[in-house]
């Protein structure tokens, strides 16, 4: 039977979302925390959208800074309960810590591992599919420069990386040109690369980091007049069917022109689209950018 104790610690919390936690002398965001202050307890509930493997929580260093955090911040807490929830993967990963077990083991690894990257910065790099898939330092990343140093003049050798290479320092407006054409070859290069490793693997060999899957090819409705019949026949009504057509403007601008006798094609189709403009009947999105190479 539930005491009055029980049932107040049961329904007394407060809770946070995306909070900010201090851990040692950095931090990070705690997806949700809920603290319920009579119990002294605190629960962590952290969201992992990708389809990776996640350490559970027991082993997990990322977990552990956290409670580092929240044992620092929120002193009444003691024990800690982290949920690691992988919709993706449909795994949810529990466990309780405590303070008196875990706090000063979790400190001690956590300061380690952030002394040891202090110390490491700008000394030691080694790029890898692990360490490298999740790190937003890429584009100042000197061992990711020196790679892309050692492919780029193999197509064309006056290419220079500049020293500086993330793009929001580079000032120089010729260095800049010169950049987005070095961006142009290490693409083409990625995108030779991404045909021949799926060349192989649809030939039956296997790699370690990724694997092979067959994505179904998108559908087409080829005979749209049938389909309306079909749909008639189960009750629907004309414009519930359009509201699910995608029109083609293109092709109507096309069918537009073949209809119209020889010498108005072009003026048949602007005045048309002059019409459906002053009718609401067409939207013009915002105008986007490219950036493509001037002939030689």
Known sequence: MLTELSIRELTSYQEHKE?????????????????FPHAQ???????????YPVDPP??????????VGVWDTFEAVDTIGAHLIIPRRNEVHNYVFNRKSHYETQKNEVFKIIERAKFEAGKTYNPGWKQCRFCGNKADCPALREFANQIAP?????????ETIHPSQITDLQVLDRTFLLGKIIEKWYESLR????????????FEHFKLIEIK?????????RLWELLEEKGWDLNTFLNCCEISVTKVDEEISRRAPHGRKS???????????????????PPTYQMRAKPL
């Open 19 to 35: 909070l900010r936690v201090t851990i040692l002398d950095q931090w990070g965001w705690l997806d949700r925390l809920v603290i």
């Open 41 to 51: 307890h605190a629960d962590i509930f952290d969201l992992k959208t990708g389809r």
């Open 58 to 67: 027991e082993g997990n260093l990322q977990i552990w800074g956290y409670n």
């Open 154 to 162: 193999r197509y064309n050798e006056e290419l220079v990386i500049p």
């Open 195 to 206: 045909f021949h490793i799926t060349a192989l693997a649809r030939e039956g060999y296997e």
């Open 217 to 225: 090819g998108e559908r087409r409705i080829t005979r749209p007049v």
């Open 267 to 285: 003026r048949e189709k602007q005045q048309f689209n002059q019409t459906l403009q002053d009718e609401n009947a067409v939207e013009l999105g």
